[in-house]
């Protein structure tokens, strides 16, 4: 797999053969992200390239949690957006102090208003995903990195990001949040 990213880069999720390449080494993947010590995202990322592409994050934590994060995602937002972007509103000042948590994963919008046209994602001040469309797909890859790399939330962000996880999700049951 890492051959075939050095060939084609990120273009290589969408081959077909890749997604059951990488379900296969599922256990492998599981118990490098568990090791002690928890390896970086750097080694993580260059040990399994293909598990830093939005497909790929999707179908990890379709595997650990048995949901579709992405259609879920959808659902919430449709049902309760308005209320998470009420809920997110930052202020300048908000933002600039969250500059400094760099460890934890990051959305980072690229425009004025959580309908932006891109977003990336950064991970221990990495950019891991570059520019993408789809803010909900952005958000969903979010919630998909702290599951699929065992993170925990920053304090700072934790209550927004607890009230996105359970509010909007709450046609989740509990037990398929906590897997």
Not at 114 to 140: C, D, H, K, Y
Request: aromatic residues 10%; negative net charge.
């Amino acid at each position: 797999m890492k051959e075939l990213y050095a060939r084609k880069g990120p273009a290589g999720a969408d081959r077909g053969h890749l997604a059951q390449l990488m379900e296969a080494a599922y256990y492998l993947q599981r118990k490098g992200i568990s090791a002690s010590p928890a390896p970086s995202i750097v080694e993580l990322r260059s040990g399994w390239p293909y598990l830093f592409t939005q497909k790929e994050l999707y179908n990890h934590f379709k595997l650990l949690t048995d949901i579709s994060i992405l259609e879920k995602m959808d659902e919430a937002i449709e049902d309760r957006g308005k209320m998470i972007v009420q809920f997110a509103t930052a202020t300048p000042a908000d933002v600039e102090r969250s500059v400094s948590l760099a460890e934890s994963p990051r959305l980072i919008v690229q425009g004025g208003t959580l309908t932006s046209v891109t977003w990336m994602m950064r991970i221990e001040g990495q950019v891991v995903l570059s520019p993408q469309p789809n803010f909900v797909a952005g958000l969903a890859t979010l919630f998909a990195s702290f599951y699929n790399f065992n993170l925990e939330y920053q304090e700072e962000a934790s209550c927004m990001l607890e009230f996105i996880q359970r509010t909007p999700l709450q046609k989740l049951s509990a037990k398929e949040l906590e897997r």
